[in-house]
């Protein structure tokens, strides 16, 4: 059985920081291509960052880029996401993803980001 569990939402000024992680199970973590997604309220869900699956590859977004860091350990079946600099903007729920070849997909069920003053 296929679950994520999310950690490390919650509320943080403007400027401030927060890590997420992401822990799974149930699927050959090693061979999934991981990512980060996040939906604001009323819009549609987008893509935030991704990293390959042995991590030699990462790719942000243009709304994150040199602010988040996306970082895997394949030993511990993890994905986190270093956040830093956060704007309101970057208000959402974020949802851990795992892709293998775009043939086998699953989500996380999310955690809250909050960045208000």
């Known amino acids: 059985q296929v679950q994520f569990v999310e950690s490390g939402g919650g509320l943080v000024q403007p400027g401030g920081s927060l890590r997420l992680s992401c822990a799974a199970s149930g699927f050959d973590f090693s061979r999934f291509m991981m990512a980060w997604y996040r939906q604001a309220p009323g819009n549609e869900r987008e893509w935030v960052a991704q990293i390959s699956n042995n991590g030699g590859v990462r790719e942000y977004s243009e709304f994150v880029k040199g602010r988040f860091t996306i970082a895997r350990d394949n030993s511990k079946n993890t994905v986190s996401l270093q956040m830093d600099s956060l704007k309101p903007e970057d208000t959402a729920v974020y949802y851990c993803?795992?892709?293998?070849?775009?043939?086998?997909?699953?989500w996380g069920q999310g955690t809250q980001v909050t960045v208000s003053s």
């Open positions: 993803h795992a892709d293998f070849l775009g043939i086998r997909t699953y």
